[in-house]
């Protein structure tokens, strides 16, 4: 059986013991990884790996001696308790010993738990989950977490009340960093907050953010959009000194400028625009965006744009000429853009 979207993100959080094999997979093996994490976690509790209740079987053994999956599922602990047998970095190579223990489970036996990288639709590992009438198989996809997603990461950290401003605030934090980073961060927050009984503020989180993408970037993005291109060089260099790659900064431009010409191309208007946004804008950010969005106009946006991909392209490619250089130029070229 396949699984998606919410239904997906209620198994997860708490799955069927019922179910006998679940399947992960994906192209990011750091997603994939915590929400593998998350699911033995649940699974199991948080006793059952010093209650050696977890097995775990590397996918090159399975291959090699296919009957070592179904004694070790059948195997029993010396605690009582939900058992797991994981299986990483599984291929399609380990779908005849899945397969094989799937048909020889009774009850009482382990919960079968596969964590692979990108499958294709004609996956054997994949069909055989998707086509079995009791396994699950669920395809972790790079998109950002949802808003029910990171509210349930911020209370399993402890974190109960939020802010309407601070939950903008995390969603488009959570759009930006990687599901690790992202994890660290909250954990952060959280030792920030022992002791406050106030809600989750904007301030709490600006306080914890990452240096580089929490001040770097965006004081280089609004020196970009404000037409301050007396700044942009000191900030840029400060951006280099934090180990902020082009590629990177490139990007949070980008998506800065995309926000914007969403806001301005609105029929009603870019104050319009930015009421439509989803996660919705408060405060100084949407003060700042609807200022913008104003002062660019769709079509000098437009423009920015068309620079802006040209350059990620050109950062990308194979050719020698230097990152840093190329986009100082657009990025310096863009600030002054919006002074004609």
């Avoid at 239904?7 to 750091?30: C, M, N, S, V, Y």
């Avoid at 047998?85 to 048909?103: K, N, S």
């Avoid at 431009?253 to 208007?269: I, K, M, N, Y």
Wanted: proline share 7%; charged share 25%; with cysteine.
């Amino acid at each position: 059986m396949k699984l998606g979207g919410r239904d997906a993100a209620r198994f997860l959080a708490r799955p069927d013991p019922a179910r006998p094999a679940i399947l992960l997979h994906g192209a990011d093996p750091t997603r994939v990884a915590l929400k593998r994490q998350d699911l033995v976690a649940a699974l199991i509790g948080p006793e059952g790996v010093a209650e050696m209740r977890l097995e775990r079987l590397s996918a090159a053994e399975v291959r090699r001696d296919p009957a070592s999956l179904a004694d070790t599922l059948r195997a029993r602990g010396f605690f009582g308790g939900q058992r797991a047998v994981l299986i990483e970095d599984a291929t399609d190579a380990t779908a005849p010993a899945c397969a094989a223990a799937l048909g020889d489970r009774a009850e009482g036996d382990a919960v079968l738990v596969v964590a692979a990288g990108a499958l294709g639709s004609k996956s054997a590992l994949r069909k055989l989950f998707e086509d079995h009438p009791a396994a699950v198989s669920i395809a972790v996809y790079d998109d950002p977490p949802s808003a029910d997603e990171v509210g349930a990461m911020l209370r399993a950290a402890g974190i109960i009340e939020v802010a309407p401003a601070a939950s903008a605030e995390m969603m488009a934090l959570a759009a930006v960093l990687d599901p690790g980073d992202l994890r660290q961060t909250i954990e952060k927050i959280a030792l920030y907050k022992i002791g406050d009984p106030m809600p989750l503020t904007p301030g709490d989180i600006a306080a914890c953010a990452p240096a580089a993408l929490g001040a770097d970037i965006d004081e280089a993005v609004d020196c970009v959009a404000d037409a301050r291109p007396e700044d942009l060089a000191r900030v840029l260099g400060r951006c280099a000194a934090q180990g902020v790659g082009p590629v990177a900064l490139c990007g949070g431009v980008t998506r800065h400028f995309r926000v914007l010409h969403a806001a301005a191309s609105d029929p009603g208007g870019a104050e319009a625009g930015v009421g439509r946004m989803r996660p919705p804008l408060f405060g100084v950010r949407r003060d700042r965006i609807l200022r913008q969005a104003r002062a660019w106009g769709p079509a000098r946006l437009e423009d920015a744009l068309a620079m802006l991909a040209d350059t990620e392209i050109a950062l990308r490619s194979t050719a020698r000429a230097p990152t840093q250089a190329s986009l100082e130029r657009t990025l310096l070229r863009l600030a002054m853009l919006n002074r004609r």
